[in-house]
């Protein structure tokens, strides 16, 4: 017999991703609009302009925070907590106090890799420690 509750959060996780999919098509297929037209006025300046010499530029994510800052911001939420917080409360948190749960273009996940991120360096330089599990979610603390 399956278990419900796996059923209930694997829909509600494809129901997640169906939609991100979704939004993701929608955005390609406004750029390739936006891509044609530009090329049509290039090419009203200068019909023999080969457009295969234009290089695409890459892209990076958003920087959702100034070089050691989430450390500074991480640390400050450790200390002033009473108990062990979890990186997915941590995330929470933060992504509350920068309004960023709010953003369309949100990255939630590049967003917790980025905390987890922070937090294993403070574990390296002898900050935070490991506690225990929430789940499948860590446990952090600062070291005394």
Request: charged share 35%.
């Amino acid at each position: 017999m399956a278990e419900t509750h796996v059923i209930s959060a694997l829909t509600k996780k494809r129901s997640e991703v169906s939609g991100e999919i979704k939004h993701y098509e929608k955005l390609l297929k406004q750029s390739k609009l936006n891509l044609q037209s530009i090329d049509q006025t290039i090419h009203i300046f200068d019909e023999t302009y080969d457009l295969r010499t234009i290089k695409a530029k890459r892209m990076h994510r958003e920087r959702y925070f100034k070089t050691g800052e989430a450390k500074v911001l991480i640390l400050d939420m450790l200390r002033e907590s009473q108990e062990p917080l979890s990186t997915s409360e941590l995330c929470k948190r933060l992504a509350f106090n920068r309004s960023l749960d709010k953003k369309e273009n949100f990255d939630v996940n590049h967003f917790q890799k980025i905390i987890f991120a922070s937090l294993e360096r403070c574990e390296n330089s002898g900050l935070v420690k490991r506690v225990g599990k929430d789940g499948l979610a860590l446990l952090w603390q600062i070291k005394s």
